[in-house]
């Protein structure tokens, strides 16, 4: 089992920058794809961005591509998504979602994710 939590929700204005961690902790003796979703009210969850174990490859929605980036640290079993140039669409509840690597299951949907947060809010107000 892998335990994920995430920390770095808040307000902020429109143009601003947030930065959200995911700490893994568990079995994360192996390798794991993380992802960051997000889910607005009334909306489904929605992929947002994903990096492989190695960093070496990344992947972005196209509505934040440009906006938000993701990295990771695997001595801390940390991954992060900075945001910046926030918008108020950018406003939903963020999820950390990990899954095995490697396994042949999109990137991008949420059923491909085996662990997930609890989930952190983002507001941003115009």
């Known amino acids: 089992q892998v335990q994920l939590v995430e920390s770095g929700g808040g307000l902020v204005q429109a143009g601003g920058s947030l930065r959200l961690s995911c700490a893994a902790s568990g079995r994360t003796d192996r390798s794991l794809s993380m992802g960051w979703f997000r889910q607005a009210p009334g909306k489904e969850r929605e992929f947002v961005a994903a990096?492989?174990?190695?960093?070496?490859?990344?992947y972005y929605a196209d509505s934040v591509k440009g906006r938000f980036t993701i990295s990771r640290d695997n001595a801390k079993n940390t991954v992060y998504l900075q945001l910046t140039s926030l918008k108020p669409e950018d406003t939903a509840v963020y999820y950390c979602?990990?899954?095995?690597?490697?396994?042949?299951?999109?990137?991008?949907?949420?059923?491909?994710?085996?662990?997930w947060g609890q989930g952190t809010q983002v507001t941003v107000s115009s």
């Open positions: 979602a990990a899954r095995p690597y490697p396994m042949p299951l999109p990137t991008t949907t949420t059923s491909s994710y085996s662990y």
């Open positions: 990096i492989k174990p190695n960093s070496g490859s990344i």
